[in-house]
């Protein structure tokens, strides 16, 4: 044989099998692809159903919240609330926080959201629906945010279907942890300890949460659509001054911000919304580098799989899994230790609620005097930030593990304030010959909201009637849209503290 | 015919440097974990590792390959690329990986290497006292025999990390 044909059949020989052996090697790389791709999903997806079906274990978890279903009436425990709340939303219906599940359906409930009877009837702004739906953030980008924080409440009824979900807190192609919320960035950046583009993974375990347990306002902001002029209420964060009760107090007096004047005593009252992620920071837990993921989120192990379980909601119901891998200690310790600080900042709140109730009622009785809007002023001034630094440090509710020592302290700042008021106001009585007033009993539900002249039966009425008309509508035409999962309500009962 | 032998050396040249472009080859000189994840068998070991103790102290070669010289290590890297091609390709394995005992004796020695001053009372004991039970490795019981979920977890059979995706490098 020649020489270049003894070539050619050893290089076919060698051709061979090297060809199949590339041929092998690319089926197993796309094996390998196909198990290991991260399943991309649409970044308008906002039905948790469709990301579980990739995630069955963090979706599964999540919808474990829908067991914290007990509804717990605020107003029935402290009906000195009512009083304090007079001529707003919250007189009407405050429960303590369900499951992220039942965020949106306790939104829509609640009396505070009041009975609208078509897209463009109040009470509330589209704002009431920021914290409650990933549609939110589906809506920003479809309409622009301006457009989303313009008009009435109801008017995304039938496009904001979804509670608290997979959309809030992640990016959907890379999965990675998201703030879709400007309003958190923009007021990180004024804040400047922690710019919003510098926040590391741990962060962001906190960030997300921060979107919506933090405190807020809605920010008068006119602005142009195509000629025609609007004004937008977005959702802003105080925290250009620092995020302690003085800084907020001080930044919302400087721009004069009233949420509503009080119906009983005109005093020009604040409503702190949930600074959660204000008072943690102040927390050891959070100066230890903590964040709210690692005890309300604490990772599972299942088999060969690490996750982290979504099942958002107290650490006090995994303390094996949460306290105890840092603490040692038994879990009775560890609720005994809790209680007691839940029973000091209960003792505290309590007695700032009744004195700045009573404040309220004595304010009342001076205007109905013929108190002048000169004498009035320093003790109303008294009163709005007494009330704020309390509401500040209750309504996040966990404040008192949180961060005890600031929600104590903003308790004592609260009760000073309250007492300073009723001091001022008992010269003004005694003024007017009723130094010797005693403001009207509110100690049940009931008697506070006779006192207020609270119209409940109304409301309830009302409201019942939107749920069964309106309500309704919103279902069917969301469904109708595709942009929300029937299944995701199976089983749903109307949970309320008035039906 | 001359052209075409010239052509075929040509073309068996090309199908070479494909295939170690396809196979990433060369990712194998390497000690960067992510080279074992380039087949789906070493995702549950892999992910195990990742959210192991071991993970920021141990890469996967330090401890299934030997440390004492460089020759025994790249004999044992090509011995066990050798094998674990050969089952990839012609899918000989099963979904529950066992450890040879070459492997184990190596995984043993590289435990005791580093972990040498908590062991060194142990391994003076065995010398002196214990019958040994297992020659194949140093001490005579492999550790792992009790610290079981180390670093991989109990639960390494290959199909036990569905749905998991951890195996995006953290």
């Known amino acids: ?499 | 015919m001359k052209y075409i032998a010239i052509f075929s050396v040509l073309a068996v040249v090309g199908v070479f440097v494909n295939l170690v472009h396809e196979s990433k080859m060369l990712s194998y000189l390497s000690s960067d974990p992510t080279a074992c994840i380039n087949c789906h068998t070493m995702i549950t070991h892999f992910a195990t590792w990742q959210h192991s103790s071991h993970r920021n102290r141990a890469t996967c070669v330090d401890c299934h390959l030997p440390r004492d010289s460089f020759v025994n290590k790249m004999l044992a890297k090509s011995r066990d690329g050798y094998n674990h091609s050969v089952a990839m390709t012609f899918k000989t394995y099963g979904n529950n990986l066992r450890i040879s005992n070459d492997a184990a004796k190596r995984i043993q020695d590289n435990c005791i290497s580093c972990h040498r001053e908590v062991v060194s009372q142990m391994l003076a004991n065995s010398a002196l006292y214990q019958k040994v039970a297992d020659s194949t490795v140093q001490m005579g019981r492999r550790c792992w025999e009790c610290h079981r979920g180390l670093p991989h977890g109990t639960m390494r059979n290959i199909t036990a990390t569905q749905n998991n995706f951890t195996v995006k490098v953290l």
């Open chain 1, 1 to 499: 044989m020649k020489k270049p044909t003894i070539v050619f059949i050893l290089c076919v020989l060698a051709l061979v099998p090297m060809v199949l052996l590339t041929i092998s090697i690319r089926e197993n790389k796309a094996e390998q692809q196909a198990i290991n791709a991260v399943p991309a999903i649409s970044d308008s997806e906002t039905r948790s159903s469709e990301w579980g079906k990739y995630y069955p274990r963090q979706y599964d978890t999540y919808m474990q919240t829908r067991k914290s279903d007990k509804i717990e009436d605020v107003l029935k425990e402290d009906p000195a609330l009512i009083v304090l709340w007079a001529g707003y939303g919250f007189s009407k219906d405050y429960n303590k926080p369900r499951g992220h599940y039942y965020a949106l359906e306790d939104n829509i409930n609640t009396l505070r959201t009041g009975a609208p009877v078509d897209a463009a009837t109040g009470p509330m702004p589209t704002a009431c629906w920021t914290c409650k739906s990933p549609d939110v953030g589906r809506l920003t980008k479809r309409d622009g945010e301006l457009e989303f924080f313009t008009g009435k409440w109801a008017k995304y009824g039938d496009e904001v279907a979804n509670s608290i979900g997979c959309g809030d807190c992640h990016d959907g192609t890379t999965m990675k942890l998201n703030v879709n919320r400007d309003f958190l960035k923009r007021a990180l950046d004024a804040e400047g300890s922690l710019k919003a583009a510098d926040a590391t993974h741990q962060d962001m375990r906190t960030l997300v949460c921060a979107q919506c347990h933090a405190e807020y306002y809605f920010k008068k902001t006119e602005w142009e659509d195509k000629g025609e002029k609007k004004v937008a209420q977005v959702v802003t964060f105080p925290w250009a001054n620092g995020m302690s009760a003085e800084n907020i107090e001080a930044y919302y007096d400087d721009i004069n911000f009233v949420d509503w004047t009080h119906q009983l005593s005109k005093a020009p009252m604040l409503k702190a919304q949930h600074p959660g992620y204000e008072t943690f920071v102040t927390g050891v837990h959070s100066r230890n580098n903590l964040s709210c993921a690692d005890c309300h989120m604490p990772y599972v192990r299942e088999g060969a799989v690490k996750y982290s379980n979504h099942k958002i909601g107290s650490p006090l119901d995994d303390i094996a899994n949460t306290c105890l891998n840092c603490h040692s200690g038994t879990e009775k310790e560890f609720k005994a230790v809790v209680a007691r600080k839940l029973e000091r900042k209960n003792e505290l709140s309590l007695l700032a609620s009744d004195i700045l109730a009573k404040a309220h009622l004595e304010a009342a009785k001076a205007w109905e005097l013929g108190a002048t809007e000169e004498e009035m002023k320093p003790a109303l001034q008294d009163i709005r930030h007494g009330q704020w630094r309390w509401d500040y440090a209750v309504a996040s509710h966990g404040g008192f593990f949180h961060a005890p020592e600031e929600t104590l302290r903003v308790l004592g700042g609260a009760i000073n304030k309250g007492q300073d008021a009723r001091l001022k106001l008992r010269i003004i009585l005694a003024k007017h010959n009723a130094a010797d007033y005693v403001a009207p009993d509110f100690s049940t539900k009931e008697k506070a909201q006779a006192v207020i002249g609270l119209p409940f039966e109304k409301l309830v009425e009302e409201k019942k009637s939107f749920l069964n008309s309106l309500r309704q509508e919103w279902i069917k035409q969301s469904e109708a849209k595709g942009v929300y999962d029937p299944e995701s309500r199976k089983d749903m009962v109307l949970k309320t503290s008035y039906n």
